[in-house]
């Protein structure tokens, strides 16, 4: 079975006016990947508090780990990362989160609040993930070795 590599993200704002720096100079780049995405199904909608008005929060679908990391960790985005506590508040839990879906699946925001919750209370496993401590689609442990990553 294929399945295809999930990454969702949730990170604090520092302060209102970081919040309203760093989506600017993040949009550029994200232009391409977010066009042509339908509203609703990637973002989610009415659910805005003052709490969640201060996060920034993504989902992403990858067909492996090396493009997700090519994607994520250079170029404009890398820049970006560097800065992330620039923008972002360092938070207690972790920053994103990766796992394996189907081709038929949809990916939810529920299914990645629910990830993330996962990988910050139970530590890494196949079914929540980070670069750091990742897992191929069958469960075995994977290393970035070079320009890619190898199952142990």
Known sequence: MVRRGHVCSRRPI???RQALRAPARLTRACEMVTHDLTPGRWEEQGRSTVETAALIATLSLWTDLPSAFDSI???LHRAALNRRYDWFERAG????VFW???DDTIPTWQ??????????DHGYAPYAFTFHHSFDPAGTVVVKSNETFVAL
């Open 14 to 16: 520092g302060s209102r």
């Open 111 to 120: 299914d990645g609040v629910t990830r993330l919750e996962h990988l910050h």
């Open 93 to 96: 839990h972790p920053g994103y």
């Open 100 to 102: 394996w879906v189907t």
């Open 73 to 75: 960790c250079t170029g």
